[in-house]
């Protein structure tokens, strides 16, 4: 049984996964103004899905990029939890997740994330999508607000449609279909997502909010620490 955490954007979640399937989920609203306390939705699900703690063999959490505030909460409560019994915690980045789950939503095969990167900026990724799984076809980018270049993909999405999706649609080239609505990525495709990698051997992502910010950009207009 895993608990799977996310929090990068303003709709945040917390799902049990069992062999693969949901076993429970919920949701919640985040605001600057009001924080939810995620560790009280976690005892909230374990107790409305009949769940204890010794069930739980490991955690996932989505580590963005996203609200830094909100992720930080995320990390260490997931590293909290697992610390007693050491168990394992598995971190991806919540752009991936939102990828998988627009690719799959979508039936296509490219999915460009684009999210709101502040000071006039954008960040965003851009995915190819195949057997069952995403795959960045670049690095993290940063740039604006000027000479912002998106690449072409049959759909682009972000979480932060009230305050760049114009923007965006304005920017896309020809051909990049724009879903015109917030998309958040979920806990439970944070759990999918964690257990199809560990499962292939793949390394989880640093355990620590991925960051992305103008003053330590690169001139090549990405950065990731």
Do not use: F
């Not at 999508?129 to 000479?147: F, I, R």
């Not at 620590?208 to 103008?214: G, K, V």
């Amino acid at each position: 049984m895993m608990i799977a955490v996310e929090q990068s954007t303003p709709t945040g979640s917390v799902a049990l996964i069992r062999d693969s399937q949901v076993v429970g989920i919920r949701q919640w609203a985040e605001s600057r103004n009001r924080r939810q306390p995620v560790t009280g939705h976690i005892r909230d699900l374990m107790r409305e899905s009949s769940v204890g703690w010794p069930d739980i063999e490991g955690y996932a959490v989505g580590v963005g990029p996203g609200g830094y505030s909100s992720l930080r909460v995320a990390v260490v409560t997931v590293t909290a939890l697992a610390l007693p019994d050491a168990k394992p915690v598995y971190a991806v980045a919540s752009a991936d997740v939102l990828a998988l789950e627009s690719a799959i939503r979508e039936n296509v095969r490219s999915v460009l994330v684009v999210g709101d990167a502040r000071r006039e900026q954008l960040w965003w990724r851009l995915y190819t999508y195949g057997d069952a799984e995403v795959k960045s076809a670049t690095s993290w980018q940063l740039a604006g607000p000027q000479g912002i270049d998106l690449p072409l993909a049959d759909v682009a999405v972000t979480w932060d449609w009230e305050r760049i999706g114009e923007r965006v649609a304005s920017l896309l080239p020809a051909g990049t279909r724009l879903a015109a609505e917030p998309r958040a990525p979920t806990a439970a495709g944070v759990g999918a997502l964690a257990l199809s990698r560990q499962a292939r051997g793949v390394p989880s992502e640093r355990l620590a909010p991925i960051y992305l910010h103008a003053a330590v950009a690169a001139k090549s207009g990405c950065a990731h620490c």
